[in-house]
């Protein structure tokens, strides 16, 4: 576990990016996953109640276990996920954003999820 500031620093991050997983579990396009995984990382080197939480979490437990079994991202949610970013995608265009910003955030919404359904369903 770090010290001092760098101590502070990873459990601000720890914090900060369960916000952020959160708010992804209520809006679409903004991915939890992630956040959580995020989240995990930073605990474990800040805040062991954090982190022992997110394990025993009923939500984010088991994808956490899941990742550290292999990577691993169940199929169902790849669904949730891919699903989320197509509601965030159809949003996003209705609103008519500048073409730039509609096309970074498709890219970005495609790369994650090309990244995602790589990912294995199960253990090997």
């Not at 970013?85 to 090309?114: D, T």
Request: hydrophobic share 50%; with cysteine; charged share 10%.
């Amino acid at each position: 576990m770090a010290s001092g500031w760098k101590r502070r620093a990873y459990q601000c991050l720890a914090y900060l990016s369960l916000g952020v997983a959160l708010l992804g579990v209520i809006l679409p396009g903004l991915p939890a996953t992630e956040f959580v995984l995020l989240s995990a990382w930073a605990a474990s080197r800040s805040s062991p109640r954090l982190q022992r939480w997110l394990y025993q979490h009923r939500l984010f437990g088991p994808m956490l276990y899941n990742w550290h079994q292999g990577g691993i991202v169940t199929r169902r949610t790849k669904w949730m996920m891919t699903l989320s970013m197509s509601a965030g995608a159809i949003i996003l265009w209705l609103h008519q954003p500048p073409l730039w910003l509609l096309a970074c955030a498709l890219v970005g919404m495609a790369l994650g999820a090309i990244w995602v359904w790589r990912r294995p369903e199960t253990s090997n």
